[in-house]
Every structure is written in structure tokens, then in C-alpha cells.
């Protein structure tokens, strides 16, 4: 049968639970456990186990961290900083892009809402500075990457050149320029819309003045109509109230510039230095008085769906306008 271990003291066993702990103050146990001369530890252990204890997590860290390095140069050694790896069907974006607008408040409380006074100064400049800010690149070539110096005007007829980018002409949006405060003051509004980029995206236009969608508004299908056949590689852009009472209280509509959309020469989209996204400008020229209206805006293409999955929308965007006396 085996016994409790026994220590000799006094030449004569004695059980060890039967001895009486020594008493320590609170100071003395701490300051015994940051050093103990008796047992020769330092919080703990002794010098040698922590010796081995670091030399072991030296060693562990420092594999780990070269095997971390090894699977990063592995990584970046398959990636293309010009190109996604995955695009288009094989992407989780996919092939039809979103719409956004601007301007958007900075307050999350009005989310898709602008609302002002016309006659109110600080009101009227709270959106044209998100304006400002938003467009500082388009008004202001030299922001861009290599100061905006691989950027050519393009026109249907005049394609990019390789290694180029499209410049947006700010010229042509008329009203809707910075110097005109983008219509704030005069309570005629200007909204500006773009395609999110989806790299190697061509649209598929409706080029055929025949085979225009049911559901594509009237005022576009005449516009589409009337003009030069050269013009018709476009991704068209219509804007309408959501609602019945919407459509009456929103007023005339002009989009600058004068093509009604997007101009097909500035896809696809291959993330060349400078490139900028086309934008329309959609000017509101008497929309209602002290009402909120609900604007929904769609881009037109073959291959642009008009979806809304979980609230979000592709092909479209909705805001509300809200102009006060």
C-alpha cells in the first residue's frame, strides 16, 4: 500500500499534508511569485524552463510566420494588379451593374432623400459641396493618376487608343456645371448618375429604333428616334416618378449631355490609369414645391436586367427630391 510522500525532518518522517502551510502576506506572495530565492523561480518557473519555454516559441513563431510569408508570395504571385482574377460570369459581381447617384447626404437619416431650401444659402451649399467633392476628378484632370495625361476626347466616330481613357467633357452638361451650382439655387436641380464598373462589361445597346423594349418610357423612344444613327451605341438613361401622383409633381426633365446616356466608347471598362465613368446629369427643371417625389432612373441595355434583390437594385436607382419655398 502506498503512502502520502514524507519528508525527514528532525530525523523522523512526516506525512507532507500534515504540515502546517507557511503563512504570507499578500505582499509577500507576490513578491515571491515575481521572484522566490528559496526555490530559485521567477514567476513560477525557473530560469531553465523559461529558457526552454522561449526558445521553444521563438522557434514556433518564427516557422509560422515564414510559412505566412511563403502562402503570401504564393498568392500575390497568381494575382494581376491591372485585372481581377475572376470577371464578368465567373465574378460574384456578375454581368449586370448597379446604378448610383449623387448627391447622397452625409446624414444616414435621410439616406436616398435630398431635400433643401432654394432660398436658403447654407442649405443649397451643403449639396452642391457633395457635388463639388464627388466630381473634383472630372473638373480637375490633374487628381487623376499620371495627371490625367493618357486621357483623350472621344467622340462616336473617334475610338480610344490603347492604353487611353475617355475624358468627360464637364463642357457639356450645361446648366448642370459647378459654375451654374448645379441648378441648387434656382430650385431646378441637377442629379448625376453612373454605371457601377464591371471590368470587360460591353453593353449590348439598343441600337435598333424597331426592336425598343414595351416598357421603355415614350419621351426616350422619340429621343432614340430622332437622332443620328452614329449616336445609337449608347446606354440610354430615363428617369420617371415612381407613382402617378410622382410623374405629376416632378416636371420637365433635360439630360446632359445631350446623348441621354452613357456613349458605348467609354466600355469596356479595363481599369486604365485615368479612366473615368461616364455621368449623366439629369436636370430638373420645375419639379413640385414643398412634396416629396420618388424618382426612379433606369440605365437601357440588352443585357442590363432591372432587378431588386433584399432592396438592392440593378439597372436602376430610386431617390427622393423634396424642394422647399
Known amino acids: 500500500m502506498s503512502v502520502p510522500d514524507k519528508k525527514i525532518q528532525n530525523g523522523t518522517y512526516e506525512l507532507e499534508y500534515n504540515r502546517m502551510p507557511e503563512?504570507?502576506?499578500?505582499?509577500?506572495?507576490?513578491?515571491?511569485f515575481i521572484h522566490d530565492p528559496n526555490e530559485g523561480t521567477y514567476c513560477g518557473h525557473t530560469g531553465k524552463?523559461?529558457?526552454?519555454?522561449?526558445?521553444?516559441?521563438?522557434?514556433?513563431?518564427?516557422?509560422?510566420?515564414?510559412?505566412?510569408?511563403?502562402c503570401m508570395k504564393g498568392l500575390l504571385a497568381t494575382l494581376n494588379p491591372e485585372r481581377p482574377r475572376w470577371t464578368l460570369e465567373e465574378s460574384l459581381i456578375g454581368t449586370n451593374p448597379g446604378m448610383g447617384f449623387r448627391p447622397i447626404s452625409d446624414n444616414p437619416l435621410e439616406k436616398s432623400l435630398i431635400w433643401y431650401s432654394s432660398s436658403d444659402p447654407a442649405s443649397v451649399q451643403k449639396w452642391t459641396s457633395l457635388l463639388d467633392i464627388f466630381l473634383k476628378e472630372y473638373t480637375n484632370s490633374t487628381l487623376l493618376p499620371n495627371g490625367g495625361r493618357n486621357q483623350q476626347i472621344c467622340s462616336y466616330d473617334t475610338p480610344v487608343k490603347p492604353g487611353h481613357a475617355c475624358a468627360v467633357d464637364?463642357?457639356?452638361?450645361?446648366?448642370?456645371?459647378?459654375?451654374?451650382?448645379?441648378?441648387f439655387n434656382n430650385s431646378a436641380p441637377c442629379v448625376f448618375l453612373k454605371l457601377n464598373r464591371i471590368y470587360d462589361w460591353i453593353p449590348d445597346f439598343y441600337n435598333d429604333t424597331k426592336n425598343l423594349p414595351k416598357e421603355m418610357p415614350v419621351t426616350l423612344v422619340e429621343h432614340i428616334k430622332s437622332i443620328n444613327s452614329s449616336w445609337l451605341n449608347t446606354v440610354w438613361v430615363s428617369c420617371i416618378g415612381e407613382d402617378p401622383h410622382d410623374n405629376e409633381n416632378i416636371g420637365e426633365l433635360n439630360y446632359y449631355p445631350k446623348s441621354h446616356g452613357f456613349p458605348g466608347y467609354y466600355y469596356?471598362?479595363?481599369?486604365?490609369?485615368?479612366?473615368?465613368?461616364?455621368?449623366?446629369?439629369?436636370?430638373?427643371?420645375?419639379?413640385?414645391?414643398?412634396?416629396?417625389?420618388?424618382?426612379?432612373?433606369?440605365?437601357?441595355?440588352?443585357?442590363?436586367?432591372?432587378?431588386?434583390?433584399?432592396?438592392?437594385?440593378?439597372?436602376?436607382v430610386h431617390f427622393e427630391l423634396m424642394i422647399d419655398e
Open 23 to 32: 503563512y504570507k502576506t499578500k505582499w509577500e506572495a507576490f513578491r515571491d
Open 49 to 70: 524552463k523559461w529558457a526552454i519555454t522561449g526558445a521553444f516559441y521563438t522557434i514556433f513563431f518564427a516557422v509560422l510566420a515564414l510559412l505566412f510569408a511563403i
Open 170 to 183: 464637364v463642357n457639356n452638361w450645361g446648366p448642370c456645371s459647378p459654375e451654374q451650382q448645379y441648378g
Open 268 to 316: 469596356p471598362y479595363k481599369n486604365i490609369p485615368g479612366y473615368l465613368s461616364p455621368v449623366v446629369a439629369v436636370h430638373f427643371l420645375r419639379p413640385a414645391r414643398n412634396k416629396i417625389i420618388n424618382v426612379e432612373c433606369h440605365a437601357w441595355a440588352k443585357n442590363i436586367i432591372h432587378a431588386s434583390v433584399k432592396g438592392e437594385k440593378s439597372g436602376s
